[in-house]
């Protein structure tokens, strides 16, 4: 068994593999450890990349996770396949300090009762450096310090990706972790409800070596939406909040869409409506398979599949919201209550099912 396990999270970064362990090799020599490389079934060839180097190497291995996608995820397997101790998270862009490894380990090994190392760049001696451009470091601090007044963390890098966890306190918490997204530490020190001793150490962020950043718009939107999880305690998911959130966009595409079409339908409002209620479907078909279900997207035919099978949840879904809503009216006659549970109850339905039929889990 070794002392302790480093996972580190790939998605096409084939480049950065072996240039990665080597820097690892040269900071954890003398100790005991192995590297647990978790890709996301990448087309740039990383897991073959890994495969590889374990052939030179017993301390490495990989996990290739097919039809999975997302850091939080990955990060979770990876610590789970362990038997060490100690688990660290490190990116495989070498943006973050593998120097400060060791110092983490010593601090873990030293106090008992510390669960968490995290590498900070907010405190002294630790900086951005350039691994932000001007516009993602503003959006990483606003991100912090909203992280930090909404979830109460006193950590001073809650959004880090890199940090050293002790195994025992992570089984504490791991039933309760979110496995969309990027953010996975907020989650983790949410989910610990303050019981947690941190311990934080600078370290500067580098600039990436090879291959093209994670960060987009549907990585923000989950980051937003694991806040909404955590402050409803858990109620619902991120998956979940993020299919609300593009159902709401629908109402908008529908409007314009009705407006649109009066100006050609005059006094047709029904055949209005109708197209409205079809392009709104159409574009919250396109925006889950980017956004709410990016891990599992559909692509090539499966996308003309998929698109049929909405079309049936939705209708489905319009015919229990009408339902629901009725029944709830004739118990009490308030009709805005009553459309609201509708509503709630339709998206329940189209939650699930499209989640059951039409972006299944392979």
């Known amino acids: 068994m070794y002392d302790l396990s480093v996972v580190i999270p790939t998605f096409n970064e084939k480049d950065n593999v072996r240039p990665l362990f080597d820097l690892l090799r040269a900071a954890l020599d003398g100790r005991s450890?192995?590297?647990i490389f978790v890709d996301d079934d990448s087309p740039d060839g990383t897991?073959?990349?890994v495969r590889s180097l374990a052939l030179e190497f017993d301390n490495v291995r990989v996990i290739q996770r097919i039809g999975r996608r997302?850091?939080?995820?990955?990060c979770i397997e990876?610590?789970?396949?362990?038997?060490?101790?100690?688990?660290?998270?490190?990116?495989a862009d070498l943006q973050h300090d593998e120097t400060r490894l060791a110092p983490m380990l010593d601090a873990l090994q030293g106090d008992g009762e510390l669960d968490i190392v995290i590498g900070s760049r907010n405190v002294d001696g630790g900086s951005s450096g350039d691994g932000l451009s001007r516009i993602r470091r503003c959006g990483s601090d606003r991100a912090t310090a909203l992280t930090r007044r909404m979830l109460n963390i006193t950590a001073s890098d809650p959004i880090s990706g890199f940090f050293m966890v002790r195994r025992l306190s992570f089984n504490e918490v791991v039933?309760?972790?979110?496995?969309?997204?990027?953010?996975?530490?907020?989650?983790?020190l949410?989910?610990?409800?303050?019981r947690w001793k941190t311990h934080e150490i600078p370290y500067t962020f580098r600039s990436r070596h090879a291959g093209d950043s994670k960060m987009d718009s549907a990585v923000a939107l989950e980051f937003v939406s694991l806040l909404v999880v955590r402050k409803t305690g858990g109620l619902v998911s991120t998956r979940f909040v993020l299919f609300c959130a593009v159902g709401f966009t629908g109402i908008f595409v529908q409007l314009l869409s009705v407006k649109i079409a009066l100006v050609f339908l005059i006094d047709q409002f029904a055949l209005a409506q109708a197209f409205g209620v079809f392009v709104a479907i159409n574009s919250n078909f396109l925006l889950n398979n980017l956004i709410t279900y990016r891990d599992r997207a559909l692509r090539g035919r499966a996308i003309w599949r998929g698109l049929l099978s909405f079309y049936a949840v939705c209708a489905l879904g319009a015919v229990m919201n009408v339902g629901v809503a009725n029944s709830f009216f004739a118990t009490l006659p308030f009709w805005a209550l009553a459309s609201i549970v509708g509503a709630i109850a339709g998206a329940l339905w189209n939650f699930i099912a499209s989640s059951l039929f039409t972006w299944r889990t392979r």
């Open 33 to 35: 450890w192995e590297a």
């Open 47 to 49: 897991a073959e990349e």
């Open 70 to 74: 997302g850091l939080a995820g990955a």
């Open 78 to 91: 990876g610590i789970l396949s362990s038997t060490s101790p100690f688990c660290a998270v490190i990116d």
């Open 175 to 188: 039933t309760s972790l979110q496995g969309e997204g990027f953010k996975i530490l907020a989650d983790m």
């Open 190 to 194: 949410a989910a610990s409800a303050g």
